[in-house]
C-alpha cells in the first residue's frame, strides 16, 4: 500500500487498484487530492508489474467533482484560477495517454469533473444506480479537465452540447447508449468486474497495448499518412519483442496463446488481493 491521504493504491497481480477516498465528500477533489493523482499516476505508470489500473470512488459515489467548499475558501484572480486550470493540464494528458489500459469503475455520482475524470478512462464500467452529469453550468463554469476535448470524441459533438449546455444528469442506461458506458453491473458486483475485466489485460504484451492505445488516441487528429507511419514504426517495435517470438513459437506448436479474450460466459480468475484494506468494501457515510 502507498502513503496517500485521498487515495487508495492496491496492486492484485498486474492490476492497480486506484481509489477515490474521501467518501463523506462524495470524493470531491480538493487540493490534496488534485496533488496526489498526479503522484499515483507516475507509480502505476513507472510500476512494470501493473499491466492495467481501475480506478472507482469509495463510499458509494465515483466523484462529485470540485470540491466547492474548498474552492471557495479564498478568493482568486482571473490569472490565479486560469494557473489553477493550467496546473491540471501540466498532467491529464499523461492520465489520457497512459500507455497501459485504464478502467473507470463509477457508482453512484459522477458530476462536473467527476464525469471528466471518467472520460479519461478506457473503458467505463457503471453500476446500474451510477448518474453522469456535466454540472458546470449549473454554477456558470465551462467544462473542464478535458471534458471538451473527450466527450465529443466519444458522443459526437451534437450530444456533447446537449450534456455540457443543459447540464442534465444523465442516468446509468442512457450513458450506456451514448457510449460512454461500456457495461453495466449492480452496485455490489461493479468493483469485482471491473477488476476481472482488468485482469483480462494482464497477459497480453504490454508494448502492443500501449502502442496501440497511444496511436487510437491520436487518430482523430492525424491524417491516414501520419498514422501510418505511426503504425510502421510501431509494428517494428512490437516485432522485435520477446512478447511476440514466443506468441509465434507457441503458434506454430499449436500450444495456446497466453493472450486469449475470454468467450461471452467466460470469466478470468479474479486477481488475489495484497493488502486489501477494508475500506474497500466499506459504504461510508455519504452526505
Known sequence: MSAFETLLLERRDGV?????NRPKARNAIDETLRAELPRALAEVR????????????????????????AMSARPRTAYESRQRIHALHAW???????????IAAVDGSAFGGGFSLALTADFVLASTRASFCQVFARIGLVPDMAALYLLPRIVGLQRAKDLMLSARVVAASEAQQL??????????ELLEAAIRFAARFTEASPIAMGLTKSILNQSMHLDQKALAELEC?????????????????????????GFLWPKEGEAPAVPQKQEAPAVLREKGDVE
Open 16 to 20: 492497480a487498484l486506484l481509489g477515490l
Open 179 to 188: 457510449g460512454i458506458v461500456h457495461s453495466l453491473y449492480k452496485p455490489d
Open 233 to 257: 514504426f510501431a509494428q517494428g517495435l512490437c516485432m522485435d519483442s520477446a512478447y511476440h517470438r514466443e506468441a509465434v513459437q507457441s503458434f506454430l506448436a499449436g500450444e495456446p496463446l
Open 46 to 69: 513507472d510500476d512494470e508489474s501493473v499491466r492495467a489500473v481501475v480506478l472507482y470512488g469509495v463510499g458509494g459515489h465515483f466523484c462529485a467533482g470540485g470540491d466547492l467548499r
Open 92 to 102: 491529464l494528458p499523461e492520465w489520457v495517454n497512459l500507455e497501459k489500459p485504464l
